[in-house]
Each structure stands twice: as C-alpha cells, then as structure tokens.
C-alpha cells in the first residue's frame, strides 16, 4: 500500500512558528491555557487550517477543531494539547497538534480516501497548572461529556515521550500500550512544638522527623510492590519552620504512578502501614489522605497493534513502552478505541527549554501518524458501530 508523503518543510516550519508564540528570549514558552499566548497560539491553529480549505470550529471550553468541509464522519481524532506548563518546550503537546495538523493537510491536498473521516483537535488546558484547571486534561474531558465524542471512531495521540527510555535504547518510534495511573496524597502529622536546645531526642514528638522519615521510605515502598513504578515527594512544610523549635506539626505531599490498579492498591496500603509505624515510634499522630487519584488506561489492542505494525515499516528501532506521563489520552480511551506514538526525547528533557527531538524523528513519527490513521480509518470502517465504542467501555 503506498502512503501520501507529509511537507516535512512545512512541518517544521509550523512547530517554529508556534513555538514563538509566548516564548521568552530563552525560548521558554509560557503559553499557560487562558492567557493571551495561550488564546493567540489557538487563533493561529485555527487561521492556518482555515487557510489549508478546511472547516474548523471551538467548542464552549476552548478546544480547536479541523476537518474537511463537506465530511459526514465517523470521525478519526488526531491531536494533543496547545497549552504549556510555565518555562516549558516546544514540543510537549504542540508536536502532536502540528503533526495532526500536518497528516490532514497532507491526505486532504492528495485526496486520500481517509481524509473525509479524519479530525484534529487541539486541546485546551492539559497541564493543569492553574488554580481553576481542577488536575489538568479540561479540554479532553470537556470532549468526553459532549455528545460529538459518539461521532468519533476513536482517538490517536503522537507525542515525545517526555522521558529517556527511548534514546537510551536507541528507538525512533514507539507503540503506547497504556498511561499509568496516578494518585496524590496529602500526609498529615501532628506532635508536640518544643524548645529544639532543651529537649532531648527520646522525648520529643517531632513531626519533622516522621515527615522526613516517611520521604525517605517512599522509593522503597514503590521498588516493594512494584519495580516499575515510580513515587515522589514533592513537598514538606514543617510548622513552625524555625531552626530552634521541634516541629510540632509537618504536611508531606507524595505522588505514585504505576501501570496497574493492583499496584497502586498495594503501595497505598503499604504507605499506610509505614506512616503509622514511624508516626508511632516518634509520639506522633499522622494521617495519609488521597487528594487525587487518575486509573490506569489501558488503550485498545487492536489500535496499538495496529500502530505497532506501521512502526515496525518506518523504523527497525521500535519497541512498545507504557507511558509515565499523563496525557488527554487517557481521558479519551473511556470513551472510544485509542492508541498513542512516542518518539524519543533527547536527553529525557520536558517542561523545560532544553526540550529537543532530532528533526528527522519528528518527520519520522508524523509520517508514522499518516500511515497509522489510514491503517486504523479501514479497521475502524469495517467495525460495527457499537463495537467501535464497546471496546472503550
């Protein structure tokens, strides 16, 4: 089967032009969702694609949608989100919306059979940073309650993997099997302030030493349960916070992340275990308490084989890989068939102006993108409407 050939030229000359737009003269971007950069970064995804001959369209929460003029659907939807974090790169999110961008320009220009059933979508707010954003992926729920998410035949998502799995092992593609779930927790540990100089160790009730006790536990806690995950400890407020005054109270914030529900099921548990047991030792109370939890999503088999077999054509350097990193895909593979393609990120970088992908495996992964919304049109085409959605469920 031969395959239209993506405007590598174009493709990259698209990612420039929107990585200026809120860039600092480090190029740091600060296209955080709802601000000004945020807002013109949208308009110009919605001008170029207009320009391209395309009808495109927002909804009441800000996502920007493309696809051809007189298309019926079901729909094929490709895309990412156009939001940064505060200092991030030029690829997080925004190499999936050009490539999707760039994939139904391609198969539109060339007339390709597959381009009446194909959509792109920039989303609005991924990252989550700010007070109003509620965790993060508005844009991707907002789609997931609106009665368009039952015109769709599913969900594929090129990202970087944000991470340094793939250039380690020297990949060009990657086939995602899943996103770890994740859960926060909130630990809090009340003990006794007191003179830091005057009172000896064995009879202080030091919240501080609990705090920084349980952090130091909570690699080991992950690594016990399961050598996969991953756990963090991201901050420690200890009261009063003064160099001479025992702690008399400390609030610990922990992440993990895992690829299974029993994992994390066995590593909260354990966590717990832990807490009460140093909390008890140094004359203290404490309390861990889930301030968030996103499931672990498992994408559709058939989907994933399916990218895995375009993957495999590109590029000999391939290996499937489940994603730590949260994505709007996870959110779309509850409501219909989803898959995902990484391509490397060099030196495991994201967040960050250090952000960087070899030119040649980002025109690599959206020319991968192309040849995978063909394969999965005529998959999809030739499933039953309601199996299309089952296999989501």
Same mark, same amino acid.
């Given at each position: 089967?031969?395959?239209?050939?993506?405007?590598?030229?174009?493709?990259?000359?698209?990612?420039?032009?929107?990585?200026?737009?809120?860039?600092?003269?480090?190029?740091?971007?600060?296209?955080?969702?709802?601000?000004?950069?945020?807002?013109?970064?949208?308009?110009?995804?919605?001008?170029?694609?207009?320009?391209?001959?395309?009808?495109?369209?927002?909804?009441?929460?800000?996502?920007?949608?493309?696809?051809?003029?007189?298309?019926?659907?079901?729909?094929?939807?490709?895309?990412?989100?156009?939001?940064?974090?505060?200092?991030?790169?030029?690829?997080?999110?925004?190499?999936?919306?050009?490539?999707?961008?760039?994939?139904?320009?391609?198969?539109?220009?060339?007339?390709?059979?597959?381009?009446?059933?194909?959509?792109?979508?920039?989303?609005?707010?991924?990252?989550?940073?700010?007070?109003?954003?509620?965790?993060?992926?508005?844009?991707?729920?907002?789609?997931?309650?609106?009665?368009?998410?039952?015109?769709?035949?599913?969900?594929?998502?090129?990202? *970087? %993997?944000?991470?340094?799995?793939? &250039?380690? $092992?020297?990949?060009?593609?990657? /086939?995602?099997? #899943?996103?770890?779930?994740? +859960?926060?927790?909130?630990?809090?540990?009340?003990?006794?302030?007191?003179?830091?100089?005057?009172?000896?160790?064995?009879?202080?009730?030091?919240?501080?030493?609990?705090?920084?006790?349980?952090?130091?536990?909570?690699?080991?806690?992950?690594?016990?349960?399961?050598?996969?995950?991953?756990?963090?400890?991201?901050?420690?407020?200890?009261?009063?916070?003064?160099?001479?005054?025992?702690?008399?109270?400390?609030?610990?914030? *922990? %992440?993990?992340?895992?690829?299974? &529900?029993? $994992?994390?099921?066995?590593?909260? /548990?354990?966590? #717990?275990?832990?807490?009460? +047991?140093?909390?008890?030792?140094?004359?203290?109370?404490?309390?861990?308490?889930?301030?968030?939890?996103?499931?672990?999503?498992?994408?559709?088999?058939?989907?994933?084989?399916?990218?895995?077999?375009?993957?495999?054509?590109?590029?000999?350097?391939?290996?499937?890989?489940?994603?730590?990193?949260?994505?709007?895909?996870?959110?779309?593979?509850?409501?219909?068939?989803?898959?995902?393609?990484?391509?490397?990120?060099?030196?495991?970088?994201?967040?960050?102006?250090? &952000?960087?992908?070899?030119?040649?495996?980002?025109?690599?992964?959206?020319?991968?993108?192309?040849?995978?919304?063909?394969?999965?049109?005529?998959?999809?085409?030739?499933?039953?409407?309601?199996?299309?959605?089952?296999?989501?469920?």
């Amino acid at each position: 089967m031969s395959f239209p050939t993506i405007n590598a030229e174009r493709l990259l000359s698209d990612l420039t032009h929107l990585g200026q737009i809120g860039a600092d003269p480090r190029g740091s971007l600060y296209r955080v969702a709802g601000s000004a950069a945020d807002l013109a970064g949208r308009d110009w995804i919605d001008k170029t694609m207009r320009v391209a001959g395309l009808h495109t369209w927002r909804d009441e929460i800000g996502n920007v949608f493309s696809r051809r003029t007189d298309s019926e659907g079901p729909w094929l939807l490709i895309g990412s989100h156009a939001d940064t974090v505060p200092g991030g790169g030029h690829l997080d999110g925004a190499y999936g919306v050009i490539a999707a961008m760039e994939v139904l320009r391609t198969l539109h220009e060339a007339n390709h059979p597959a381009a009446d059933y194909l959509e792109t979508v920039a989303f609005y707010d991924e990252e989550g940073v700010t007070l109003q954003s509620n965790g993060g992926l508005v844009g991707s729920t907002a789609l997931s309650e609106n009665p368009h998410v039952q015109e769709l035949m599913g969900y594929l998502e090129l990202h *970087v %993997e944000q991470g340094p799995r793939m &250039e380690r $092992a020297e990949l060009d593609l990657s /086939a995602v099997t #899943g996103i770890v779930g994740v +859960r926060r927790y909130l630990v809090e540990i009340d003990g006794q302030e007191n003179h830091a100089g005057t009172t000896p160790f064995e009879l202080r009730a030091d919240a501080g030493r609990v705090a920084t006790r349980f952090g130091a536990l909570v690699r080991d806690v992950c690594r016990n349960i399961d050598a996969t995950s991953i756990g963090n400890v991201g901050s420690i407020v200890l009261e009063p916070n003064a160099p001479n005054v025992v702690p008399g109270r400390a609030t610990v914030q *922990v %992440e993990v992340r895992a690829g299974s &529900e029993k $994992a994390l099921d066995g590593i909260e /548990a354990l966590l #717990g275990e832990e807490l009460q +047991r140093i909390a008890s030792e140094e004359k203290c109370t404490a309390g861990l308490r889930t301030t968030s939890a996103k499931p672990v999503a498992e994408f559709d088999t058939r989907l994933v084989d399916t990218v895995e077999q375009v993957c495999v054509r590109n590029s000999e350097r391939f290996e499937r890989m489940l994603s730590y990193a949260g994505h709007d895909a996870s959110v779309m593979s509850t409501k219909v068939p989803t898959a995902m393609i990484f391509v490397p990120s060099t030196g495991g970088y994201s967040h960050s102006n250090l &952000e960087h992908t070899p030119d040649e495996q980002l025109v690599l992964g959206t020319q991968a993108l192309l040849e995978s919304v063909v394969a999965v049109v005529n998959l999809m085409l030739a499933t039953d409407v309601s199996e299309r959605h089952s296999l989501a469920a």
